[in-house]
């Protein structure tokens, strides 16, 4: 086999094998934010917290987008592009199943979007590194 498909040591997973999970798991969890935001009703928190809400959004947003950076490899600007769209059409779509559209809800996704991507480019940056180890051993 050929160098680049052998795992970092000690994962035991081929690099081929992580970049299909990764990207698996970012399909996942797309439908699951298509799931809870399309969902007629607006789950209740079990806290009481200020802007609960918002916070839920950026946090799904910044899984999205940091698992879509690792495992496409695309340019910021195309992450950020792609999730503005994707919470967008959101948006757009709440308010045909009884939930309220805000403009808010979009300004917390981009905020995720941006620091997954941050992320996602810190786990390439790992990647890279890793195959540059694999070539040395």
Partial sequence: MPSSFHSPPGTGVPRKMRL????????VVSGVIL?????????????SVAHVDKLMHALAFFMWAALVTAGWRWPGWLVLIVAAGFGGVI???Q????????L????????????????????????RRQKLRDKVA
């Fill in 95 to 102: 308010p045909l199943t009884g939930r309220d559209a805000e």
């Fill in 104 to 127: 808010a809800d979009l300004g917390a996704d981009m905020v995720g979007a941006a620091a997954g991507f941050w992320l996602g480019l810190r786990l390439r940056a790992w990647t």
């Fill in 91 to 93: 948006e757009l779509v």
């Fill in 20 to 27: 299909r999970a990764i990207r698996l798991v970012a399909w």
């Fill in 35 to 47: 799931a809870l935001t399309l969902s007629p009703t607006n789950p209740t928190p079990p806290v």
